[in-house]
Structure formats: C-alpha cells, structure tokens
C-alpha cells in the first residue's frame, strides 16, 4: 500500500483498491529481488492500471517463480528471458503507453542497447553488424 500511494500520487492516478488475489499473490511471492524488486513491479502496476484498482500483471511474478525452480542460471539468461517475454506480452512494441520498455521501467533507448547487448532480436529482424 506505501508503494501504491506513493505512485499513484506522483502519477496523478486515484488507485484506491487492490483487490484480495492481488494482495495474497504479492504476499505469497518470494520477492527474491527484494524490496526494489517489489517496488519496481508496483511503480509499473500503478502505471498501467486504468481506473481505481490496481490490476497488477500477476502473470509475470509466476514466471519468475517458474525460473527459479530451474537448474541455476546466470543473471544474463534471467534478463533475457524477462526482456523477451516482456516484448512478447507488448507485441514487440518498444516505446509508448503500452510498449515494453515502460513495463520493464526502462527508457527506450536504454532497452535497445540491452537488447542489442543480450543479442535480442525479433525473428524477422537481421542483427547489424557494427
């Protein structure tokens, strides 16, 4: 709730519900990113939610449950697996309200040389070679 006021006022949005499946799958998660982890995925719940309840996407803390039930594996496969899912779930939309880099809190540019650094790139597209 202190982070949902704290957005939803810099952010001029009235969230004033959460509802209960919300709140017990924010409990339940393991929040192995700790209190940023939860702060960054509440400051992106407060950004795309529309009207007075926050709607978080729910979807995305099962994923990262799912990736740590895995073998261990190395932070570069963990950021590229969360960036191409979440290009994924924008329709490979960057930039804009619903694009991917404000979902991961990033700037565009700023997720286009990840991209390019972790070597991401749409199936139709051809890697430059600079």
């Known amino acids: 709730m202190h982070f949902v006021r704290i957005y939803s006022?810099?952010?001029?949005?009235?969230?004033?519900w959460i509802p209960r499946e919300v709140m017990e799958a924010l409990v339940d998660h393991s929040w192995p990113g700790n209190i940023r982890e939860l702060q960054n995925f509440i400051e992106r719940s407060v950004i795309l939610a529309n009207g007075n309840t926050l709607r978080p996407p729910i979807g995305e803390?099962?994923?990262?449950?799912?990736?740590?039930?895995?073998?261990?594996?190395?932070?570069?496969?963990?950021?590229?697996?969360?960036?191409?899912?979440?290009?994924?779930?924008?329709?490979?939309?960057?930039?804009g309200p619903s694009g991917a880099a404000l979902r991961l809190g990033l700037k565009r540019s700023t997720l286009y040389a990840r991209m390019?650094?972790?070597?991401?790139?749409?199936?139709n597209q051809v890697p430059s070679n600079e």
């Open 61 to 95: 803390l099962r994923q990262t449950t799912e990736i740590d039930s895995f073998q261990p594996i190395t932070l570069h496969e963990v950021e590229r697996h969360h960036i191409c899912k979440t290009l994924e779930q924008a329709h490979w939309v960057i930039g």
């Open 9 to 16: 006022e810099r952010m001029h949005k009235q969230i004033e």
């Open 116 to 123: 390019q650094k972790l070597g991401i790139f749409k199936a």
